[in-house]
Nanobody, 122 residues
Framework: QVQLVESGGGSVQSGGSLKLSCAARGFSGNYCMGWFRQFPGMEREGVAIGNVNGYTNVASSVKGRFTVSQENDKKTLILQMNNLRPEDTAMYYC?????????????????WGQGTQVTVSS
């Protein structure tokens, strides 16, 4: 059974930094993991992705401020968020899917974490 264990998040002032970590358990074979965020009343949007082959990418909307990395044999996806802005305030979710194909479409992902709130105050 696949389990996604999220950690990190919280509240920070504008310009601050936060780190989100997601550990995938129960996966075998090829997979892709991602971080998504959801604003109230909006659909989830992809923020960062990484797959079993070491491919990683961050969305253009956060590039230059957010970086993504992998640990634990690429089964932990870490999102480092720097220079945070109030408009980054959202619920952030970790997600995973079978197969190495990795893109930002939320509908491609099968497994989802419970989410962690990120709040940036001005």
């Amino acid at each position: 059974q696949v389990q996604l264990v999220e950690s990190g998040g919280g509240s920070v002032q504008s310009g601050g930094s936060l780190k989100l970590s997601c550990a995938a358990r129960g996966f075998s074979g090829n997979y892709c993991m991602g971080w998504f965020r959801q604003f109230p009343g909006m659909e989830r949007e992809g923020v960062a992705i990484g797959n079993v082959n070491g491919y990683t990418n961050v969305a253009s909307s956060v590039k230059g401020r957010f970086t993504v990395s992998q640990e634990n044999d690429k089964k932990t996806l870490i999102l480092q968020m720097n220079n945070l802005r109030p408009e980054d305030t959202a619920m952030y979710y970790c997600a995973a899917k079978s197969g190495a194909y990795c893109a930002f479409g939320a509908s491609d992902f099968t497994y989802w974490g419970q989410g962690t709130q990120v709040t940036v105050s001005s």
